[in-house]
């Protein structure tokens, strides 16, 4: 996306309004010119903070003095449009309103139910805050093309979409040095991804386990990632998969991208993860159950997904006691089915 905005408007500022934390993969990107952080954690103490309230309030600020002549909000949601509108830019584009969800039908993966949930369209009304919005023809499509939408009303052109990530020119010696405290070997490396958000999105730390051992036992050497929230999982994981390093909360989102940037493969049933791999040009395996692969797996390869078609999935629920079907779609994967798809 930040490709093909700076080849339409080649001359202009082009701005991202981001968490700080996530910043660090897009900020050396050499299509963008800033970033704006929106430092969501301090400022939910709005009102109750002197500082967060101050910061909030300096961040509007900043927000209006820009002097934006475009915004463009794909969350779709009131949070998101309210700062499109502080912005004050005459022009602000948006998703259409929300709308049905029909059966799908896709080649890369036997999915024909029709969810009860999931991305539909801009949510709680705001695109009626929108000057421009952006057609939901379908809704089986991946959530990049949906995105590259944008270009019929922007005039992109035709190239591929471009997703390669630019790290921060010190998030290689920091790996390096972090690697090398603690001692992880020169071997062809593994990386495991075992958290996530999602409480349903969980596949079975016994059988990541299963899969560390199986790549130690063939010459590689294992970390695995995950923020602090991860660290029971990980924990697990490495004293069942003996000789596994554990990294988890020790990295930022940048240091993660840098070591799946040195990976052979990195396993994962987190789409955040997957996602960077992928941007990377990194070999991935994906382990999927209530989300739909095609409309959010890793973009322009579905062989790298793992699933098991059951007429319950996808069913995009979050939590687990919204399952009915004892998590079904997750227990169904095997280590021996993710085991196959490792590359070589």
Known sequence: MLVKLRARYPEARIDWFITPENAEIVRCHPALSNTVLFARREYARFGRSPR???GFFRLLSRIRHARYDLVIDLHG?????????????????GFDRPVRMERTVSREH?????????????REGSWLAYTHRIPIPTLDVHAIDRYLWLGDLLGFDDSPAGCTVYLPPETASRVGALFARRGIPDKPLAAIVPGTIWETKHWLPE???EVGRHLLETGHAVVLLGTPRDRERCQFIAASAPGAFDLSG??????LGGILERAAVCITNDSGSMHLATALNRPVVSIFGPTNPVHIGPYGHPESVVRVDLPCSPCNFRRLSQCPYGHACMHGVTAEMVVEKLPG
């Open 250 to 255: 020790e990295t930022t989102p940048a240091d």
């Open 207 to 209: 059988r990541f386990a």
């Open 110 to 122: 036997n999915i024909t139910n029709i969810p009860r949930r999931g991305w539909k369209g801009a």
């Open 77 to 93: 949601q009131l949070r998101s449009v309210f700062f499109a509108m502080v912005s004050g830019a005459p022009v602000r584009i």
């Open 52 to 54: 967060a309230t101050a």
